[in-house]
Nanobody, 119 residues
Framework: QVQLVESGGGLVQPGGSLRLSCVASGSIFSRNLMAWYRQIPGKQRELVASISNGFSTDYANSVIGRFTISRDNAKNTMYLQMNILKPEDTAVYYC?????????????WGQGTQVTVSS
């Protein structure tokens, strides 16, 4: 079992920055993928960025050049640095981990943290 706890959300003005953190505890195996998703009420949850255990990254087109995903394996922590925030970035942001053991995948979600971009 894996527990994920996000932090760092809040209210910020357009053009501002926030840094989200996700601390993972429990059994994360060596092969894993960590990601940030976001969801606006009434819409599907969408992938924002992902990072593999080999540090390969992928981003949604809407955040390229503004957001940076990173991880610190020693601390079992993933980060999302969000710069030049826009009102359309307003959403609940969720931490996600997928890990494999003997070829069997296991997926986990955090409880979410609210990000509001507004003047």
């Amino acid at each position: 079992q894996v527990q994920l706890v996000e932090s760092g959300g809040g209210l910020v003005q357009p053009g501002g920055s926030l840094r989200l953190s996700c601390v993972a505890s429990g059994s994360i195996f060596s092969r894993n993928l960590m990601a940030w998703y976001r969801q606006i009420p009434g819409k599907q949850r969408e992938l924002v960025a992902s990072i593999s255990n080999g540090f390969s990254t992928d981003y949604a087109n809407s955040v390229i050049g503004r957001f940076t995903i990173s991880r610190d394996n020693a601390k079992n922590t993933m980060y999302l640095q969000m710069n030049i925030l826009k009102p359309e970035d307003t959403a609940v942001y969720y931490c996600y981990v997928k890990t494999w053991r003997e070829g069997v995948p296991y997926a986990y979600w955090g409880q979410g943290t609210q990000v509001t971009v507004s003047s």
